[in-house]
């Protein structure tokens, strides 16, 4: 590892790339937004978090969007905010190589954190497989779904110095 960064250490294709994104790739990411999440946000709510300094990382496989991640930074702490992988895409390392190079930039940081729905099982396993652990439980934490039920929210934590 010495000398290279966690992620280009992961081995994906070449025809797989990881970078910084920006508000030139919201209409992209809104329409995978819609695609993957139940209660997506809107695109003026993914504008409004990028202006006010979110940060958002874009994965693209042959060049069309497979995923991203949007994160917060408050003090020395990061919140993995939305993480989203394309159904086609999935179980190739992309989420953990963007998580990966999440955390390569985060140098003076102290800790990641993030919520996950109790029933989401694909995204517990990711982050338990990139050693982050169960620290909390947040009661009825997201609104309402169809039938009126609000599902508990994992919190779920990784320190990184
Ligand atoms: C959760 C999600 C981002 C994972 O993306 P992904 O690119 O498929 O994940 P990776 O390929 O990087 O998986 C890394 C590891 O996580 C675990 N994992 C990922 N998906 C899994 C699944 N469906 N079942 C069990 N383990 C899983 C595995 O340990 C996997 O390693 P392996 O494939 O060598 O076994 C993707 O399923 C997704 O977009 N889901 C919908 C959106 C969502 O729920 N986001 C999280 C809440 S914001």
Redesign the pocket.
Known sequence: MVGKSRWTCLKLPESVSIRAGSIDDLQAVYRLNQQ??DQGWSVEALYSALESGYDLIICEKDAMLA?YLLSLSVLDEIQ????????A???????????AFLLDQAEEMASVT?E??VS????H??????GFEEVGLRKKYYPPDAAGRCEDALLMSKNIQ
């Open positions: 993957v999440f995923g993995i905010m939305q993480i989203a992988v394309a159904k895409c999935r179980r190739q390392g992309l989420a953990a190589a963007m998580t993030l996950v729905r989401n099982h694909a995204a396993e990711l982050y338990a497989s990139l």
